[in-house]
């Protein structure tokens, strides 16, 4: 089956870290872009960041903070989350895509909270 | 960073009715313009890419047009499981970017 698993989210005190992955299965995964995208409670969808086939990208208010990566070998994707602040409280996607690809599969969504 | 606004904010209508939802770009994206349905929490889904194609297992209801900055979602005759919210979304340029949604309601 064609699918993503996010995980890793979890209640995390301002300035604190996180890392989120992402276990795809049912594709090739070393062949595709992959990124995050972020939904704050009530809110539309963030882009946040993308591993693509041509280098990695971020979004402004996760430059600095943030770095995605990936393990081709375990078909897993991942973001490092630093320097956590409010404002990224969310629930973070993972997606298979990036500029070059569509956005065309969606994990289930792992929910982060930063919080005091 | 190229602006995505979608309009309207929010549209209702009847089941059977006919929808358009309008987004418009900041400058041109081609036509790498995709279109995403997300119910209440759920993860959003692909409708729509690259302005016109259908993604794998969408009913023909749904269609994509446009070019350029202007693009629209027709979905032409409203099912029940169509209520939920719409977005648009550019691949043209870094950053990727989203429109602010479409809630589509039950009149």
């Known amino acids: 089956e064609v699918q993503l698993l996010d995980s890793g989210g979890g209640l995390v005190q301002p300035g604190g870290s996180l890392r989120l992955s992402c276990a795809a299965s049912g594709f090739t995964f070393s062949s595709y872009g992959m990124s995050w995208v972020r939904q704050a409670p009530g809110k539309g969808l963030e882009w946040v960041s993308s591993s693509s086939p041509d280098g990695v990208y971020y979004a402004d208010s996760a430059k600095g903070r943030f770095i995605i990566s990936r393990d081709n070998s375990k078909n897993t994707l991942y973001l490092q989350m630093d320097s956590l602040r409010a404002d990224d409280t969310a629930v973070y996607y993972c997606?298979?895509?990036?500029?070059?690809?569509?956005?065309?599969?969606w994990g289930q969504g792992t929910k982060v909270t930063v919080s005091s | 960073e190229i602006v995505l606004t979608q309009s309207p904010s929010t549209l209702s209508l009847s089941p059977g009715e006919r929808a358009t939802l309008s987004c418009r770009a900041s400058?041109?994206?081609?036509?790498?313009l995709a279109w995403f349905q997300q119910k209440p929490g759920q993860a959003p889904r692909l409708l729509i890419y690259d302005t016109s194609k259908r993604a794998t297992g969408i009913p023909a209801r749904f269609s994509g047009s446009g070019s350029g900055t202007d693009f629209t979602l027709t979905i032409s005759s409203l099912e029940p499981e169509d209520f939920a919210v719409y977005y648009c979304?550019?691949?043209?340029?870094?950053?990727?970017?989203f429109g602010g949604g479409t809630k589509v309601e039950i009149k």
């Open positions: 979304q550019q691949r043209s340029n870094w950053p990727l970017t």
């Open positions: 400058q041109s994206v081609s036509s790498y």
């Open positions: 997606v298979k895509g990036a500029g070059t690809s569509v956005f065309d599969l």
